[in-house]
């Protein structure tokens, strides 16, 4: 069973800035960049199309993004 990470924390807007990319030839995708950053965690970014975007929206990807970055184990060895 997969353990559910609860995770409230402040978070400040640092950035956020539209960017127009082309995934296929001639069709412009426009996204949001979002920088922020939440708590102890460094600064973090995510994207979100334009056409989606609002501020729930933003809400509930920054805290996904927190979650993930929650349940993420680093990987550590020796040199």
Same mark, same amino acid.
């Given at each position: 069973?997969? @353990?559910? +990470?609860?995770?409230? #924390? @402040?978070?400040?807007?640092?950035?956020? /800035?539209?960017?127009?990319?082309?995934? #296929?030839?001639?069709?412009?995708? +426009?996204?949001?960049? !979002?920088?922020?950053?939440?708590?102890?965690? %460094?600064? /973090?970014? !995510?994207?979100?199309?334009?056409? /989606?975007?609002?501020?729930?929206?933003?809400?509930?990807?920054?805290?996904?993004?927190?979650?993930?970055?929650?349940?993420?184990? %680093?990987?550590?060895?020796?040199?």
């Amino acid at each position: 069973m997969v @353990e559910k +990470v609860e995770v409230k #924390k @402040e978070v400040t807007i640092l950035d956020r /800035r539209e960017i127009t990319t082309f995934p #296929k030839l001639k069709q412009p995708l +426009v996204q949001l960049v !979002i920088t922020y950053v939440a708590g102890d965690l %460094p600064p /973090r970014t !995510i994207f979100i199309e334009k056409d /989606r975007w609002t501020k729930d929206a933003e809400k509930a990807a920054i805290k996904k993004d927190i979650e993930d970055q929650a349940k993420a184990k %680093p990987e550590t060895y020796e040199v």
